[in-house]
């Protein structure tokens, strides 16, 4: 009951943000007064496309629902760029602000969102199906690349021009990729498992490529690199989850034992090199032979990194992905096919409070 209190209370301090001309939430917001605000170094004071857009399991969790958040409704009738979500929105006009996309930071886990959106759903979402793919392919058209080498990659955009660069964060691409693909296009399932698995192979090489095998912040396709950091300032590795989340879902999804091999070359890694007396912490240079640690041990490499290893080595009927779907901090939430009765007053009252 104190839960159920409490989320109550927590969905109504945050029903301020919402407070926009478009119903699109800023992406700060005080709690106790419930002024809420952009972030400062957000461009023009936009929100933010992964933080709005992240939302949606958790509302539907606790009520029940499966219809989508007024603001992503809002988002699929809006003119899109070659059919691309830029990272940035105005809260007040609905425009985009910026034409800068990525499957990475700022982007990453409102793509996440929709096809999980739809699974969670037990599959009766429709409008948030119809979103990813139709996102998908312009991902496909736009920003998936070939390197030179082979490697499969997703390059960020910036008004019109490419930049050949992925980040580590992009790197759930893989298993996400891979669990949409059963219910895409007619045909087109056995394309998506195997865009899936090219691209975890290149999130691999990243790691495979440093001296540490850890992979850097970024890495890049230009210059005669590939897969590797070319700034100082990519170098660094702070305990993230992404690939091994890949690594986890293509395990459940194939059994292929390669994938299971990689996790074990990262859990080598991460004791040889990430391992501190007080638990464990990020290195400023993954090519560096002898590691500089950053002494931080990011609250993610619990409730991710660590669970997706265990659950890669784990049997595939625990938290199966035909009964749970995780959300982007690898939260478990059960499918609507599986839930009991839980309340619908909260997302009742901020769906019908954003109108």
């Given at each position: 009951q104190i839960f159920k209190q409490k989320v109550l209370e927590l969905g109504e301090k945050l029903l301020p943000a919402f407070n926009t001309p478009t119903g699109i939430p800023r992406g700060v917001i005080n709690l106790g007064s419930g002024t809420s605000w952009s972030w400062g170094w957000?461009?023009?004071?936009?929100?933010?496309?992964?933080?709005?857009?992240?939302?949606?399991?958790?509302?539907?969790?606790?009520?029940?629902?499966?219809?989508?958040?007024v603001f992503t409704e809002k988002l699929n009738k809006m003119e899109k760029p070659h059919g691309l979500y830029p990272n940035f929105l105005s809260p007040v006009?609905?425009?985009?602000?910026?034409?800068?996309?990525?499957?990475?930071?700022?982007?990453?886990s409102f793509y996440e969102y929709l096809i999980?959106?739809?699974l969670m759903s037990d599959k009766t979402d429709e409008e948030a199906k119809k979103m990813y793919y139709s996102a998908m392919e312009a991902i496909e058209t736009n920003?998936?690349?070939?390197?030179?080498?082979?490697?499969?990659?997703?390059?960020?955009?910036?008004?019109?021009?490419?930049?050949?660069?992925?980040?580590?964060?992009?790197?759930?691409?893989?298993?996400m990729i891979g669990i949409g693909a059963e219910d895409g296009p007619e045909g087109?399932?056995?394309?998506?498992?195997?865009?899936?698995?090219?691209?975890?192979?290149?999130?691999?090489?990243s790691y495979s490529r440093s001296a540490t095998k850890l992979g850097p912040e970024a890495f890049r396709f230009d210059g005669g690199a590939e897969a590797t950091a070319t700034r100082l300032s990519d170098r660094y590795y702070i305990l993230r989850p992404e690939v091994i989340e890949s690594y986890m879902y293509m395990w459940r999804l194939t059994?292929?034992?390669?994938?299971?091999?990689?996790?074990?070359?990262?859990?080598?890694?991460?004791e040889q090199h990430c391992r501190v007396d007080a638990g464990f912490s990020g290195i400023r240079d993954v090519y560096a032979s002898t590691v500089s640690h950053d002494n931080m041990q990011q609250s993610f490499f619990l409730?991710?990194?660590?669970?997706?290893?265990?659950?890669?080595?784990?049997?595939?009927?625990l938290l199966s992905l035909e009964d749970w779907v995780f959300n982007t901090e690898a939260h478990p939430l059960p499918l609507l096919s599986c839930k009991g009765s839980l309340y619908i007053n909260i997302y009742i009252y901020i769906y019908t409070h954003t109108l």
């Open positions: 957000a461009s023009a004071g936009s929100s933010i496309l992964a933080e709005f857009g992240t939302l949606h399991l958790e509302f539907v969790h606790l009520s029940q629902l499966s219809g989508n958040p006009s609905g425009n985009w602000v910026q034409h800068h996309v990525s499957i990475g930071g700022l982007g990453d999980k959106s739809f920003l998936v690349q070939k390197s030179p080498g082979g490697l499969t990659y997703v390059a960020e955009w910036r008004g019109g021009i490419l930049d050949h660069k992925m980040g580590h964060l992009a790197c759930f691409s893989g298993g087109q399932k056995q394309h998506y498992l195997d865009l899936a698995a090219e691209i975890t192979h290149t999130c691999h090489e059994h292929d034992p390669k994938y299971r091999e990689w996790g074990w070359e990262a859990v080598e890694a991460l409730s991710e990194t660590l669970k997706y290893l265990y659950l890669l080595f784990s049997d595939d009927d």
